[in-house]
């Protein structure tokens, strides 16, 4: 594996969304700011990670010839989609505990949300394309 420079572009606004979601979200909270780049990096390595094993299960979920797996495929799909989110609080408080407070569930969505469409419309602004992992 390779460090590309979209990947610090990635890093980059993803430290940017954080440092915004801290100081408009009281229940989000970073201490400094070297904490909070710490946190765009493990944001990057999560998402890169959950956004693999989804292009994964949705290749099975295509593939499928039965309906059983299909079905069972598309639950696993929906069981990452609502876990990713539970992974990322818990790597975050086992990496940083108290230093690092992203609020519940629905903040920690929304962050994810707002990072996978930053993400996005970087990508879109800088070279004209889609993320080629289908993660936005």
Not at 8 to 27: H, K, M, N, S
Not at 107 to 130: C, K, N, P, Q, Y
């Amino acid at each position: 594996m390779r460090l590309r420079a979209v990947d610090l572009v990635d890093v980059f606004v993803y430290l940017v969304v954080l440092g915004l979601f801290t100081q408009f979200f009281p229940a989000v909270i970073t201490e400094s700011f070297l904490v909070s780049l710490l946190t765009a990096v493990l944001f990057k390595l999560a998402l890169e990670v959950i956004a693999w094993l989804k292009s994964r299960i949705i290749d099975r979920v295509r593939s499928a010839r039965t309906p059983a797996r299909k079905a069972m495929n598309t639950a696993l799909l929906m069981v990452l989609g609502g876990g990713s989110k539970f992974l990322i609080l818990w790597l975050t408080d086992l990496l940083f505990g108290d230093a690092v407070q992203l609020g519940g569930f629905f903040s920690v969505t929304l962050l994810i949300v707002v990072l996978m469409a930053a993400r996005f419309g970087i990508r879109l602004l800088v070279d004209g394309t889609r993320p080629r992992d289908g993660s936005a």
